[in-house]
Each structure stands twice: as structure tokens, then as C-alpha cells.
């Protein structure tokens, strides 16, 4: 489902195409191997030709045809029949509107094309040409048409001869010949006056783009030269095409912005140029709200989709007629709505969006889908109120669920509500006002946050670690304490069994030696197991992970990745080829282990026999030899605790150096958001055309920072203004910097506590917390420290800060002290002219003067060429004269009508029920002249 508008819209228009009647016919004649042929049978090949013209106009992407031929139009209804009966016979018609015309001689010798509705009927159509004079027959059986000879009629008076005919009458267009020394142009010398005086809004070039002519000749059709005239006249560029392989259909196309295939469509084209006429393809913008449907809905149900304008989309009605509701629930379906995010402390409009989704959308039965274009792609977002937490995402085939907050960084769509710019200033508003100003830098700032939430895991990670090591060397000194306690307990009691026979003395050592080596076997047959399952582990992760991205199908066809998947498959089979050897030879290692372990077993059962012998020989030293044989006992079970905690003491020992590396990169990235920041807001003055200007401020927000110290010192007693104090200390020179020195000393006492060296020795001297913090507070700081407490304090930030101030005159003052129309002129400026996603506007002229919607006029008819404009709007003068391809009037929660402004029906809404609709018409008609 690619739903498509009813607006006004972009189409690629070849304006000036003939048909083979044409006298300059080029290349083999259809008609010419007929003889004798009946009626039917050239209609027949007129109809087969006009297929093919059909056909090449699709290929070629034209999606607006004329046939003009000289002062008839014999082929046009044979276009419009096959139109008609291609339309009829699939379930969506195809993308080409045809309009029927003629090429006009003028009695001054001045040529001009006439161009009727797509809908006209033949019998209008050759009444208008009775009405110029034009021969009634044009021996519609011949293979040529009708001899062109002059019209009774100057080019100047058409118009009016056409006009005051009602039928007629609004169903035609005029567009004179201006190519610059073309035939029969009126762009000649001598001419200049009456050009100045013609009654048409527009004209056609031959083959030729206004890029193309000399720049006296733009500037006379751009009225830069009075003598010629005062006001732009709408350009198209035509191919002028005449030939039977269709070779130049299409060379000197223009994209025109047309609401439907009317002379009234192209009027307003014309009217309107700047926006409304291109001459190469026009850019659409990388994202995009495509369409909305609601069920489930008490107020606005929009079962079928309403599809949107991808330039500008008005939406009007009364107060009360659901243009809020249509904005809200299309914020809700990309996690931006009133649910999700803002703050009724400095946003007026958020308990008031808040109740329109509680109260329009059914808590149970409540859906909102809308269509998002992305890079090209059909998105569609899915989100429930009874399962808000979540949007289900589908993408072709494929079907996700993401939480609001992934959706509003996947589609970063910017809204904004009535009355909530000209709220931006407040402090409480600090962080939405940033976001606004940096919106360009947006996707590199969420991948910069990205990045830092990465790092600041494992910042928590090698924490984890180094707590972990300082755990086992406590543990460690606590063992090796006993271990020197255990020996001496056993030399004494050696000391006390010298009387043994030395035998005896013999026998018992070398059992003690074969306990310690078969501990050693043990540890290094334990520690070899572990070594080898990650390396067999890792061997087959590689060889999985290689053969999935191989898999036939997968790989792209371009000879490269056809190379590399070769270089690839041989790796893979020296590689499972190593695997192999490295199988069988462990294999055959564990064989020889296995046996000398045994072998070893059978000895050591040997062994312990004479021991236990000799040990029953020596009754009389009983109380000795079970002491001697809890020693061993103790001190063997400590010494496998202690090689076990050497190994992990091993494996823990750079923790600590890893997180102070890693806290470097993590203030590296506070420098990159810094610089990205100061990036965002360089080009604010230009946005706004010096009315603003922006800098980082000198102080930055530590609101994290603020709260990271209230959580380390809380239940410490230490009073509130010490630590403001340490706070100030950190900000001063550089904060980044600063928050790192204090997490040093934290860290110093972290390990003094762990370690156990609480216990056995003074606490370091810290240079920042013994200077602030009272030694009482500081003392309960220390015992209360945990982990978990640090680890949230070291992925602390400091966040840039925007300064924004307003410009007046020569002086500057805080944009908080502006007035409320100050501050939304200024972020509506910023708004318009930043490059972005689709930008939401409810009612932006809310906080605005009359003096300032011209502006705002003027930015919008510029900011819809780079991104999406979705307004509700009360303001005409936004609708009329910032030329909305699509508006949408709605009544009472329902749609009343969808159209352009080209629509007459939308044209009286507007005017009856807008705010200045009329006198928004006639700006736009003393605009123009017309």
C-alpha cells in the first residue's frame, strides 16, 4: 500500500507534442501504407499510434501530455480514448494525464499554445476553435492536417474572444511563445510593449531551458526590465517532439506542481513559478509521514489512510474541528506525543494533548498506523493505546516491535504545538531548546550518545573488574596470613617429631611432595581443559559465522565480493583443516595424559600405603601426627586457594588500567558532543537572519554531575553547602576534567575499602575531598561507599549548554527576556530553514503579528523545497500565499474536503470560514497581477 495524495504535487510535463498530422512530420507515417482505406481502419492505426505514444510517455516518466497541433486536435481524442480504456481496465489508473491543445498562428505572427482540461469534451473543444475562426472541416480522413494560415485574431485577444463564452470560461490557458529569436515569438524587438500589456500569466520556450538564454532575456521574463514588464511570467520548457520514434518525448521536460489536469491547475502554476515550477527533477526529501489511518477512535476515525502533500500540508477548520487531534495522533505514532515526551512545567499545550489522546482514542480499542518514507522505503508504524509502551514497526515482510523512544530516533520527526515555541525560552525548557537549535546535528549527536552509552557500559564493566581484583587481593593477603600461620604450626610440630626415624621422616616428605604435585596436576590439567575449549570455541564461532555469510544467494554479484567469497572458502578449508589436527593431536595428548595419570594414581596408592604404614608405626607421637596431619591438610586446601586466586588476580589485574583509559575516551566524547553542539548553533545568526545568535556557554549543564555527588554523599551528613562547594571545584577551568579527579580520589577510597586496607592502614590523603568535605561527613563518605553508588557517578556527563541571545539593534539581551512573539519569529525562522524531517506545527501563528506571518510566509515556501510541512493553521495568508499543495478542511472530527487551492470548492471554504481567507486571495492575486 503506497497510498498517493490529493494535493498539488510535482509532475513531469511535455507541454508542445505533435502527432503524425503535423506538416514537419519527421520519420515513417503510420497512415502512409494505407490505401482505400476505410474510416475505421485509419482509426484503427490512429488508435495503435496513439498506444505508443502512451507507451513512450510512461518509459520517458511523463506524467503531463499535450498534443498541439496547428489549430486542430484530430489525434487528442484518439490519446484520450485508449486513456480511457486503459484506465477502465486495470484497478488503478495509470500515472499520465493527457490535455488536449493546439499551436496557434496569430494574425501579428506571434504563436501561442492553447491547453484545455484533460475532461473537455470535443464538442467545447471545436467550439472554441469556431470561436477563433478556425475551419470547420479539417478532413479528419487525411494523412496531413489542416494548412495553417493566419488567425483573425492578435495574440493578445484570444483570450478575451474565448473567455466570454461560460463554458469556456476558466476551462482554457494561454501560454505565448518566449523563446528568445524562435519562431514567431513574441520576445522580439519592438515588441515590448505589448508584451508588457498581454493578459497571460505565463509562456513556453522550444527546446531550450530559461538556464539557457542570455541573462537580458531572464531578466525580461523574470519582469526585472520594466519597458517589457513589472511581473515574472510562469516558464515551461517544451520538446516541441514530432517524430515517429518518439526520440525527443521528453528532452525539454518541466516539472510542473499540479493539484489535477486543469487549465485552472496550470493557472496557479503559473502564478505561483518559484514554487512551482521546476526544470529538473525535484528532490524529495529522505523522510517522510506518508499517510495516517485511525480506528478505534471517538473523535476523528480515519479508516481509510489519509495520505499527506511530501512539500506542504495545511490543515484548517473551526475551532473544536480536530486539526490538534490529526497532529497528536500522528505524535503518537512515532513516540512523540504528550505520553511520551515533554513537561506540563513549561509546556502549556501538554496536559491538553495528554487528555485529546485520553479522551479521542479508545484506551482499548485504539490504533493509529501511519506510513513513513525512509531512504525510499515504505515504513509502517503501528502503535495501540492499550499496548503503548511498545510500536510495532513492518517493513516489507519483516516485523518489529520498538519502544517509542527507538522509534523517535529512527524517524526524527520535529513538533512543535500552539503557543509551545514562545515557551522555549524558560529554563525549565532548557533541553527542548537545545535540541531544537542542534536538530542538523541531530543524527550525529544520537550517535555520539550512542557511542557514550557503549563506553560508559564498559566503563561499569572494568569497574566491576577492578573491585573484583581488589576483592581477591584482600582475600589473598587473608590466606597467605594463614598460610605462614599453618606453616609455622608445622614446622614446630616437625621440630617436635625429630625423634622419627629418619625412614619414617623419608617416607612422610615424599608423600608431602607427591600431595603438591598431584595439586600442581590438578591446577595445569584444569587450566589446559579451559585454554582448550576456548580455542575449539573460537574455531568454530569463526567457521560458523564465515559459512553464513557465504551462503548461495547472500552474496552480491560484483566481482569483488565474487573474489573474496573464493580468497573466504579457501580460508575456510584451511581452517577447518587446522581444526581437524588440532582435534586429533588433542585427542592424542589426552590419550598420554590420561595414562600418565594413572600411572601416577597407581603409585600414589602405593605411596599412601607406606605412609599410613609408617604414620601406624609411630603410636606414641599420635597427638603430633594428627596435628601434622591437620596442617597439611589446612595448608594444602589453602595453597589450591591461593594459586586459584593468583590465576584470578591475574586475569583482574589490568581492570583498573583499562577504566582509566577508557575514561579518557569517555571525556574525548564529551569534547565531540561539545563540538558538535558549538557545530549546530554556528549557523543560528544566518537561520535567522540576524535576528538571534547563539554560543556554548561558559557554564555547562552538570545537572548529572549535580545529582551523581547527592547520590555518592547521601546518608553521609555532610551538609549541602559543602557540596555545592565541591561542585563549583569541579567546574572550575574545565569540568570534564575536573569530574575525573574527584572520581579518582572516589576510586582510591573504593580500593582502600576493599582491599581490606581500611583495616590495617591510615586512609590516603585526597587532595579535593579533604579540602571541602568535613572529616566527620568524609568519614561516613568512606564507610558508605558502594559500588553500586560509583558506577552510576562515573558515567556522569557534562552536557553542553546553549546561550541564546536576541538582537536588538546594536544590543543583545537573553532570549529568555524576548517577548513571546520574539522568541517563536525566531524559532520558527530556525525551524523552516534548518535541514531535517518533517516538521509539525500546530497553529504556529499563534504568537505572532501580522507583521511577521509575511515572513514566516515567505520561510515556508522556501523550507517545503528541503522537508515535509505538516501545519494546522487558523492564518489563510499561511495557506494561500505559502501555496499549501494539500489542504485538508475538516469539520466537527470528520474530513469535509482534501484538495488544493486550485480546487475552487477549497477556495470558498477558505475565503468563508479562515481568518482573512479573502484578503489572503487577494495578496496572492496583487502578488502576481492578476
Given at each position: 500500500?503506497?497510498?498517493?495524495?490529493?494535493?498539488?504535487?510535482?509532475?513531469?510535463?511535455d507541454l508542445q507534442l505533435h502527432s503524425p498530422r503535423d506538416r514537419n512530420w519527421e520519420?515513417?507515417?503510420?497512415?502512409?501504407?494505407?490505401?482505400?482505406?476505410?474510416?475505421?481502419?485509419?482509426?484503427?492505426?490512429?488508435?495503435?499510434?496513439?498506444?505508443?505514444?502512451?507507451?513512450?510517455?510512461?518509459?520517458?516518466?511523463?506524467?503531463?501530455?499535450?498534443?498541439?497541433?496547428?489549430?486542430?486536435?484530430?489525434?487528442?481524442?484518439?490519446?484520450?480514448?485508449?486513456?480511457?480504456?486503459?484506465?477502465?481496465?486495470?484497478?488503478?489508473?495509470?500515472?499520465?494525464?493527457?490535455?488536449?491543445?493546439?499551436?496557434?498562428?496569430?494574425?501579428?505572427?506571434?504563436?501561442?499554445?492553447?491547453?484545455?482540461?484533460?475532461?473537455?469534451?470535443?464538442?467545447?473543444?471545436?467550439?472554441?476553435?469556431?470561436?477563433?475562426?478556425?475551419?470547420?472541416?479539417?478532413?479528419?480522413?487525411?494523412?496531413?492536417?489542416?494548412?495553417?494560415?493566419?488567425?483573425?485574431?492578435?495574440?493578445?485577444?484570444?483570450?478575451?474572444?474565448?473567455?466570454?463564452?461560460?463554458?469556456?470560461?476558466?476551462?482554457?490557458?494561454?501560454?505565448?511563445?518566449?523563446?528568445?529569436?524562435?519562431?514567431?515569438?513574441?520576445?522580439?524587438?519592438?515588441?515590448?510593449?505589448?508584451?508588457?500589456?498581454?493578459?497571460?500569466?505565463?509562456?513556453?520556450?522550444?527546446?531550450?531551458?530559461?538556464?539557457?538564454?542570455?541573462?537580458?532575456?531572464?531578466?525580461?521574463?523574470?519582469?526585472?526590465?520594466?519597458?517589457?514588464?513589472?511581473?515574472?511570467?510562469?516558464?515551461?520548457?517544451?520538446?516541441?517532439?514530432?517524430?515517429?520514434?518518439?526520440?525527443?518525448?521528453?528532452?525539454?521536460?518541466?516539472?510542473?506542481?499540479?493539484?489535477?489536469?486543469?487549465?485552472?491547475?496550470?493557472?496557479?502554476?503559473?502564478?505561483?513559478?518559484?514554487?512551482?515550477?521546476?526544470?529538473?527533477?525535484?528532490?524529495?526529501?529522505?523522510?517522510?509521514?506518508?499517510?495516517?489511518?485511525?480506528?478505534?477512535?471517538?473523535?476523528?476515525?480515519?479508516?481509510?489512510?489519509?495520505?499527506?502533500?511530501?512539500?506542504?500540508?495545511?490543515?484548517?477548520?473551526?475551532?473544536?474541528?480536530?486539526?490538534?487531534?490529526?497532529?497528536?495522533?500522528?505524535?503518537?505514532?512515532?513516540?512523540?506525543?504528550?505520553?511520551?515526551?515533554?513537561?506540563?512545567?513549561?509546556?502549556?499545550?501538554?496536559?491538553?494533548?495528554?487528555?485529546?489522546?485520553?479522551?479521542?482514542?479508545?484506551?482499548?480499542?485504539?490504533?493509529?498506523?501511519?506510513?513513513?518514507?525512509?531512504?525510499?522505503?515504505?515504513?509502517?508504524?503501528?502503535?495501540?493505546?492499550?499496548?503503548?509502551?511498545?510500536?510495532?514497526?513492518?517493513?516489507?515482510?519483516?516485523?518489529?516491535?520498538?519502544?517509542?523512544?527507538?522509534?523517535?530516533?529512527?524517524?526524527?520527526?520535529?513538533?512543535?504545538?500552539?503557543?509551545?515555541?514562545?515557551?522555549?525560552?524558560?529554563?525549565?525548557?532548557?533541553?527542548?531548546?537545545?535540541?531544537?537549535?542542534?536538530?542538523?546535528?541531530?543524527?550525529?549527536?544520537?550517535?555520539?550518545?550512542?557511542?557514550?552509552?557503549?563506553?560508559?557500559?564498559?566503563?561499569?564493566?572494568?569497574?566491576?573488574?577492578?573491585?573484583?581484583?581488589?576483592?581477591?587481593?584482600?582475600?589473598?593477603?587473608?590466606?597467605?596470613?594463614?598460610?605462614?600461620?599453618?606453616?609455622?604450626?608445622?614446622?614446630?610440630?616437625?621440630?617436635?617429631?625429630?625423634?622419627?626415624?629418619?625412614?619414617?621422616?623419608?617416607?612422610?616428605?615424599?608423600?608431602?611432595?607427591?600431595?603438591?604435585?598431584?595439586?600442581?596436576?590438578?591446577?595445569?590439567?584444569?587450566?589446559?581443559?579451559?585454554?582448550?575449549?576456548?580455542?575449539?570455541?573460537?574455531?568454530?564461532?569463526?567457521?560458523?559465522?564465515?559459512?553464513?555469510?557465504?551462503?548461495?544467494?547472500?552474496?552480491?554479484?560484483?566481482?569483488?565480493?565474487?573474489?573474496?567469497?573464493?580468497?573466504?572458502?579457501?580460508?575456510?578449508?584451511?581452517?577447518?583443516?587446522?581444526?581437524?589436527?588440532?582435534?586429533?593431536?588433542?585427542?592424542?595428548?589426552?590419550?598420554?595424559?590420561?595414562?600418565?595419570?594413572?600411572?601416577?594414581?597407581?603409585?600414589?596408592?602405593?605411596?599412601?600405603?607406606?605412609?599410613?604404614?609408617?604414620?601406624?608405626?609411630?603410636?606414641?607421637?599420635?597427638?603430633?601426627?594428627?596435628?601434622?596431619?591437620?596442617?597439611?591438610?589446612?595448608?594444602?586446601?589453602?595453597?589450591?586457594?591461593?594459586?586459584?586466586?593468583?590465576?584470578?588476580?591475574?586475569?583482574?589485574?589490568?581492570?583498573?588500567?583499562?577504566?582509566?583509559?577508557?575514561?579518557?575516551?569517555?571525556?574525548?566524547?564529551?569534547?565531540?558532543?561539545?563540538?558538535?553542539?558549538?557545530?549546530?548553533?554556528?549557523?543560528?545568526?544566518?537561520?535567522?537572519?540576524?535576528?538571534?545568535?547563539?554560543?556554548?556557554?561558559?557554564?555547562?549543564?552538570?545537572?548529572?554531575?549535580?545529582?551523581?555527588?547527592?547520590?555518592?554523599?547521601?546518608?553521609?551528613?555532610?551538609?549541602?553547602?559543602?557540596?555545592?562547594?565541591?561542585?563549583?571545584?569541579?567546574?572550575?577551568?574545565?569540568?570534564?576534567?575536573?569530574?575525573?579527579?574527584?572520581?579518582?580520589?572516589?576510586?582510591?577510597?573504593?580500593?582502600?575499602?576493599?582491599?581490606?586496607?581500611?583495616?590495617?592502614?591510615?586512609?590516603?590523603?585526597?587532595?579535593?575531598?579533604?579540602?571541602?568535605?568535613?572529616?566527620?561527613?568524609?568519614?561516613?563518605?568512606?564507610?558508605?561507599?558502594?559500588?553500586?553508588?560509583?558506577?552510576?557517578?562515573?558515567?556522569?556527563?557534562?552536557?553542553?549548554?546553549?546561550?541564546?541571545?536576541?538582537?536588538?539593534?546594536?544590543?543583545?539581551?537573553?532570549?529568555?527576556?524576548?517577548?513571546?512573539?520574539?522568541?517563536?519569529?525566531?524559532?520558527?525562522?530556525?525551524?523552516?530553514?534548518?535541514?531535517?524531517?518533517?516538521?509539525?506545527?500546530?497553529?504556529?501563528?499563534?504568537?505572532?503579528?501580522?507583521?511577521?506571518?509575511?515572513?514566516?510566509?515567505?520561510?515556508?515556501?522556501?523550507?517545503?523545497?528541503?522537508?515535509?510541512?505538516?501545519?494546522?493553521?487558523?492564518?489563510?495568508?499561511?495557506?494561500?500565499n505559502g501555496d499549501a499543495e494539500l489542504v485538508i478542511d475538516l469539520t466537527a472530527g470528520?474530513?469535509?474536503?482534501?484538495?488544493?487551492?486550485?480546487?475552487?470548492?477549497?477556495?470558498?471554504?477558505?475565503?468563508?470560514?479562515?481568518?482573512?481567507?479573502?484578503?489572503?486571495?487577494?495578496?496572492?492575486?496583487?502578488?502576481?497581477?492578476?
Open positions: 500500500m503506497n497510498p498517493i495524495h490529493k494535493g498539488a504535487d510535482y509532475r513531469k510535463a520519420g515513417v507515417h503510420p497512415e502512409q501504407k494505407l490505401s482505400n482505406a476505410s474510416l475505421e481502419d485509419i482509426k484503427a492505426v490512429r488508435r495503435k499510434w496513439a498506444s505508443e505514444f502512451i507507451d513512450n510517455c510512461l518509459e520517458k516518466g511523463v506524467q503531463v501530455a499535450a498534443l498541439t497541433d496547428h489549430h486542430e486536435g484530430v489525434y487528442c481524442w484518439h490519446v484520450i480514448e485508449e486513456l480511457k480504456f486503459r484506465n477502465a481496465s486495470f484497478s488503478e489508473d495509470i500515472d499520465l494525464w493527457f490535455m488536449p491543445g493546439m499551436e496557434l498562428t496569430c494574425k501579428d505572427s506571434a504563436q501561442a499554445l492553447i491547453l484545455f482540461d484533460a475532461d473537455i469534451t470535443k464538442p467545447l473543444f471545436e467550439k472554441a476553435r469556431n470561436l477563433l475562426r478556425l475551419p470547420t472541416e479539417c478532413y479528419d480522413d487525411q494523412l496531413q492536417g489542416i494548412e495553417v494560415t493566419l488567425l483573425d485574431f492578435n495574440i493578445d485577444e484570444i483570450q478575451g474572444v474565448l473567455e466570454h463564452d461560460s463554458e469556456l470560461r476558466d476551462r482554457f490557458i494561454i501560454l505565448p511563445n518566449v523563446t528568445p529569436g524562435g519562431h514567431k515569438t513574441v520576445l522580439r524587438t519592438g515588441f515590448h510593449k505589448r508584451f508588457k500589456e498581454l493578459p497571460y500569466v505565463g509562456g513556453y520556450l522550444d527546446k531550450v531551458y530559461p538556464s539557457d538564454l542570455k541573462d537580458g532575456d531572464q531578466r525580461i521574463l523574470d519582469g526585472q526590465i520594466p519597458a517589457w514588464t513589472s511581473e515574472k511570467r510562469g516558464i515551461i520548457s517544451t520538446s516541441d517532439a514530432r517524430s515517429s520514434d518518439f526520440s525527443a518525448l521528453g528532452t525539454f521536460a518541466t516539472w510542473v506542481k499540479l493539484a489535477e489536469p486543469t487549465a485552472e491547475s496550470l493557472r496557479q502554476a503559473m502564478l505561483a513559478a518559484d514554487s512551482r515550477i521546476l526544470y529538473e527533477s525535484p528532490n524529495r526529501p529522505t523522510l517522510l509521514v506518508k499517510s495516517i489511518s485511525v480506528s478505534g477512535a471517538e473523535f476523528l476515525s480515519l479508516p481509510e489512510p489519509l495520505s499527506f502533500s511530501h512539500q506542504f500540508t495545511s490543515i484548517i477548520g473551526g475551532r473544536g474541528s480536530g486539526k490538534s487531534t490529526l497532529l497528536e495522533f500522528i505524535r503518537f505514532a512515532v513516540g512523540q506525543s504528550a505520553l511520551d515526551v515533554g513537561d506540563s512545567k513549561w509546556d502549556p499545550t501538554h496536559d491538553r494533548r495528554k487528555n485529546i489522546l485520553k479522551y479521542a482514542l479508545n484506551e482499548s480499542e485504539g490504533v493509529v498506523e501511519v506510513l513513513i518514507e525512509k531512504d525510499g522505503a515504505i515504513i509502517e508504524l503501528i502503535r495501540s493505546r492499550s499496548t503503548q509502551d511498545r510500536i510495532i514497526m513492518r517493513v516489507q515482510n519483516l516485523e518489529q516491535a520498538i519502544s517509542p523512544s527507538d522509534a523517535r530516533k529512527l524517524f526524527p520527526i520535529q513538533a512543535y504545538s500552539q503557543g509551545e515555541l514562545s515557551h522555549l525560552g524558560d529554563e525549565k525548557a532548557e533541553k527542548r531548546l537545545f535540541d531544537l537549535i542542534t536538530e542538523p546535528q541531530r543524527e550525529a549527536l544520537n550517535q555520539v550518545e550512542k557511542n557514550r552509552l557503549n563506553v560508559a557500559s564498559e566503563l561499569r564493566e572494568h569497574l566491576e573488574q577492578a573491585i573484583k581484583n581488589w576483592q581477591y587481593e584482600k582475600e589473598y593477603r587473608k590466606l597467605n596470613a594463614q598460610l605462614i600461620t599453618l606453616k609455622a604450626g608445622l614446622d614446630n610440630t616437625m621440630v617436635k617429631l625429630q625423634a622419627i626415624p629418619s625412614e619414617t621422616q623419608g617416607v612422610m616428605e615424599r608423600y608431602n611432595i607427591e600431595i603438591q604435585t598431584t595439586r600442581w596436576l590438578e591446577q595445569i590439567i584444569q587450566e589446559h581443559q579451559q585454554s582448550y575449549d576456548l580455542l575449539f570455541g573460537a574455531f568454530q564461532n569463526h567457521l560458523k559465522l564465515t559459512e553464513e555469510r557465504l551462503v548461495a544467494g547472500k552474496i552480491p554479484t560484483a566481482k569483488v565480493a565474487q573474489d573474496l567469497s573464493i580468497l573466504l572458502l579457501h580460508q575456510m578449508e584451511t581452517a577447518n583443516d587446522a581444526l581437524r589436527q588440532l582435534v586429533t593431536e588433542n585427542q592424542q595428548y589426552e590419550q598420554q595424559q590420561t595414562e600418565l595419570i594413572i600411572n601416577w594414581n597407581k603409585g600414589q596408592v602405593d605411596s599412601k600405603s607406606q605412609y599410613e604404614l609408617a604414620m601406624s608405626q609411630l603410636s606414641q607421637h599420635k597427638v603430633e601426627l594428627d596435628q601434622l596431619k591437620r596442617l597439611e591438610r589446612e595448608i594444602n586446601e589453602a595453597q589450591r586457594s591461593v594459586d586459584d586466586l593468583e590465576q584470578k588476580i591475574q586475569h583482574t589485574k589490568g581492570a583498573y588500567i583499562l577504566l582509566t583509559e577508557k575514561s579518557g575516551q569517555y571525556m574525548a566524547l564529551q569534547r565531540e558532543l561539545q563540538r558538535l553542539a558549538r557545530k549546530g548553533i554556528s549557523v543560528l545568526a544566518e537561520l535567522t537572519d540576524n535576528l538571534a545568535r547563539a554560543e556554548l556557554s561558559e557554564k555547562a549543564d552538570l545537572a548529572e554531575l549535580e545529582q551523581a555527588i547527592k547520590d555518592l554523599f547521601a546518608s553521609s551528613g555532610v551538609r549541602a553547602d559543602r557540596l555545592d562547594k565541591l561542585l563549583d571545584h569541579v567546574a572550575t577551568k574545565d569540568p570534564i576534567v575536573g569530574w575525573w579527579d574527584l572520581m579518582k580520589e572516589v576510586f582510591f577510597i573504593l580500593k582502600w575499602n576493599t582491599t581490606g586496607l581500611r583495616e590495617t592502614e591510615k586512609r590516603p590523603t585526597l587532595d579535593l575531598l579533604d579540602n571541602i568535605i568535613d572529616p566527620g561527613g568524609l568519614e561516613k563518605f568512606c564507610e558508605r561507599l558502594d559500588i553500586e553508588r560509583v558506577s552510576r557517578a562515573i558515567t556522569a556527563i557534562v552536557r553542553p549548554r546553549v546561550r541564546l541571545l536576541q538582537k536588538r539593534g546594536i544590543n543583545e539581551i537573553e532570549f529568555s527576556r524576548a517577548s513571546q512573539g520574539e522568541k517563536a519569529t525566531i524559532l520558527l525562522n530556525v525551524l523552516m530553514r534548518q535541514e531535517g524531517g518533517p516538521l509539525l506545527l500546530d497553529q504556529p501563528e499563534e504568537d505572532l503579528d501580522n507583521r511577521i506571518i509575511g515572513d514566516i510566509v515567505s520561510a515556508t515556501r522556501q523550507a517545503k523545497i528541503k522537508k515535509q510541512l505538516l501545519f494546522a493553521t487558523h492564518n489563510a495568508n499561511l495557506v494561500v470528520s474530513i469535509s474536503q482534501i484538495g488544493a487551492i486550485d480546487v475552487e470548492s477549497l477556495r470558498v471554504s477558505i475565503t468563508d470560514t479562515m481568518e482573512g481567507g479573502k484578503d489572503a486571495f487577494e495578496l496572492r492575486r496583487k502578488k502576481y497581477n492578476f
